[in-house]
């Protein structure tokens, strides 16, 4: 199948968002992929949420339960809508982009600690000799692709059709309350004239 067949693939976008890594540096490199990793899963958590704009949008903001790439990350998995294999990568893509944000003297994929987390990434197909920053930006492609095409299968989420409770509805919850309430209060006196009956025979 040739590409251009395949509908979920973004072709122009995922290019020109290879080509923009190109020429940062490698902390450039990690800021800028996750960030855009970050906005797909927002993408994607949105094709699930109903439709219900001002309710999502506030779960996106910055300090909303889905404002965090991390936050993204674990809810997208929780909703069932990333193979797990997937959810690890993000996240070590995640702490790559923490260790390189978190620290100011320069720093490059060529870090142990970097490289070592660049190396177990599942999504890269590249050879093992190949460069740290060459595959972490495979497996950022590789990610993106998974989660552009669970976008494209993924529909809103339905709200559940309201309960109606008119006067009828209301008397007869009441009328149970009340018969159950009765029922315990009953069982409740038989028990204290047992426990009366067997103190003083």
Known sequence: MRTAEVPFLKIE???AFRSS???ETDRGCALMAAAY???QLEKLLR????????TVDRLFEPLGPAGSFSARIDLAYACGLLPESAYNDLHLMRKIRNDFGHVAEPLTFDEPAIADRCHVLQHSV?????RSRAKFTNAALGVCAVIHAITYTTRHRAVPQDFVWDEEKKSQVRDAANKLAAKILERLRMSDDGRTDKTHP
């Open 13 to 15: 976008e995922v290019f």
């Open 47 to 54: 094709s699930l949420f109903v439709v219900a704009q001002q």
């Open 21 to 23: 890594l190109t020429g």
């Open 126 to 130: 590249l050879e093992a000799k190949a």
């Open 37 to 39: 990793l970050s906005d």
